[in-house]
């Protein structure tokens, strides 16, 4: 059974951090790259950001940039988004998601949601101004 398993969600102020965490399992880790997608009540879901550890590439949606860092732990089969300097607009539910890592034109399409083949349930990040 494919499970992506969020964790670290929580409530911060403006300013603060949070390290969010998923675990995957149940498919090739090493096959995907993982992503993580946010939700917004009432907004489309977005990419965040995303690691395909067969090449170490990272990519990063322009609102977060300089803000999140997005790694892998290839022998356990884990990803952390670290988030600083969190805003309110960042309020949303965060989602960790795998897209095969052989997609093609995967640069172009690594934010659209389409493409991710398994979905995490989600973890709510909930941040006060």
């Known amino acids: 059974e494919v499970q992506l398993v969020e964790s670290g969600g929580g409530l911060v102020q403006a300013g603060g951090s949070l390290r969010l965490s998923c675990a995957a399992s149940g498919f090739t880790f090493d096959d995907y790259a993982i992503g993580w997608f946010r939700q917004a009540p009432g907004k489309e879901r977005e990419g965040v950001a995303c690691?395909?550890?067969?090449?170490?590439?990272?990519y990063y949606a322009d609102s977060v940039k300089g803000r999140f860092t997005i790694s892998s732990d290839n022998a356990k089969n884990t990803v952390s988004l670290q988030m600083n300097s969190l805003r309110s607009e960042d309020t949303a539910v965060y989602y960790c998601?795998?897209?095969?890592?052989?997609?093609?034109?995967?640069?172009?399409?690594?934010?659209?949601?389409?493409?991710?083949?398994?979905w995490g349930q989600g973890t709510q990040v909930t941040v006060s101004s």
């Open positions: 690691i395909r550890s067969s090449d170490g590439s990272t």
């Open positions: 998601t795998a897209i095969p890592k052989d997609t093609l034109l995967f640069r172009l399409r690594v934010f659209n949601p389409g493409k991710y083949r398994y």
